[in-house]
Nanobody, 120 residues
Framework: QVQLVESGGGLVQAGGSLRLSCAAS????????MGWYRQAPGKQRTLVAS???????NYADSVEGRFTISRDNAKNTVYLQMNSLIPEDTAVYYC??????????????WGQGTRVTVSS
């Protein structure tokens, strides 16, 4: 069982920045593919950014150039640096880990989410 705990959300004015953190349990964190997703009320949960075990990254078009995902395997932590925030970024942000269990099945784990509110 992998535990994920997000932090760093809060209130920020448009144009400001936040850095979200996701701390993961497990001794094999470096093998996990990690992602950040977000969900606003009444909307689908969508991918924001992902980072592979080899640190290859992908971004949603809506955040590319403004957000940066990174990982620190020594700290079992993935980050989402959010710059030039706009009100449309307002959502609950969730951390996800994708890995393979002891039966070699692909499984996903989710954190509890951290809320980001961007005011105009």
């Amino acid at each position: 069982q992998v535990q994920l705990v997000e932090s760093g959300g809060g209130l920020v004015q448009a144009g400001g920045s936040l850095r979200l953190s996701c701390a993961a349990s497990g001794s094999r964190f470096s093998t996990y593919a990690m992602g950040w997703y977000r969900q606003a009320p009444g909307k689908q949960r969508t991918l924001v950014a992902s980072i592979s075990s080899g640190s290859n990254t992908n971004y949603a078009d809506s955040v590319e150039g403004r957000f940066t995902i990174s990982r620190d395997n020594a700290k079992n932590t993935v980050y989402l640096q959010m710059n030039s925030l706009i009100p449309e970024d307002t959502a609950v942000y969730y951390c996800k880990a994708d890995l393979y269990d002891d039966m070699w099945r692909r499984v996903a784990y989710w954190g509890q989410g951290t809320r980001v509110t961007v005011s105009s």
